[in-house]
């Protein structure tokens, strides 16, 4: 999110920043509503709930990068 600024933010376009399909943000979105680190205004945005947040993590993380899941190695029996 601190990538698009300010905010609020469509859901949609947080997961195109991230590459993933909007529904898999969607956890993660609800995880940090319930930590009372973002928030809900309308139904598909999502804001910072700290003033200037987005320029702190842009200052902390300056670069973007992006989770590539690692597959797990099958077990051998």
């Known amino acids: 999110m601190a990538e698009l600024g300010e905010g609020p933010h469509k ?3 947080i997961a195109s920043v991230l590459g ?3 529904n ?3 956890t993660v ?3 940090l509503i319930t930590k009372g680190m973002v928030w809900s205004m309308r139904h598909g945005e999502t804001a910072f ?3 200037m947040f987005d320029q ?3 200052r902390q993380m300056p670069l ?3 989770h590539v899941p690692k597959r797990r190695k ?3 029996n």
């Open 11 to 13: 859901s949609g376009d």
């Open 20 to 22: 993933v399909d909007p």
């Open 24 to 26: 898999a943000v969607a």
């Open 29 to 31: 979105r609800q995880q």
């Open 49 to 51: 709930t700290v003033p």
């Open 56 to 58: 702190f993590m842009k």
């Open 64 to 66: 973007l990068e992006l």
């Open 74 to 76: 099958a077990e051998s």
